[in-house]
Nanobody
Framework: QVQLLESGGGLVQAGGSLRLSCAAS????????MGWFRQAPGKEREFVAR????????FYADSLEARFSISRDNAKNMAYLQMNGLKPEDTAVYYC???????????????WGQGTQVTVSS
């Protein structure tokens, strides 16, 4: 069992930045791909980014790669999402995820965090 806890969400003006953190407990995250998803009310869950176990490869949603950056620190059992140039359409609940195999749907995710709200005002 791995428990994931997100933090760092909040209210920010358009053009601003936020750094989300994901703290894992229970077991090491070292064997898992770590990722971030988001979901806005009335919309489908959307893939944001993922990072491989040793940070050798990252993958982003096409529309987000220029503004978002995922990272991880296995020694601290944490993952992060740096978000820059935020837009109102980025408003959503952001979820941290851990998976042995992770696609863009999230169907194969092994562990989910509870989510943290990000609200971007215009």
């Amino acid at each position: 069992q791995v428990q994931l806890l997100e933090s760092g969400g909040g209210l920010v003006q358009a053009g601003g930045s936020l750094r989300l953190s994901c703290a894992a407990s229970g077991r090491t995250i070292s064997p898992y791909i770590m990722g971030w998803f988001r979901q806005a009310p009335g919309k489908e869950r959307e893939f944001v980014a993922r990072i491989t176990t040793r940070s050798l490869y990252t993958f982003y949603a096409d529309s987000l790669e220029a503004r978002f950056s995922i990272s991880r620190d296995n020694a601290k059992n944490m993952a992060y999402l740096q978000m820059n140039g935020l837009k109102p359409e980025d408003t959503a609940v952001y979820y941290c995820a851990a998976a042995r195999n992770m696609g863009t749907t999230g169907d194969s995710v092994d562990y989910w965090g509870q989510g943290t709200q990000v609200t971007v005002s215009s």
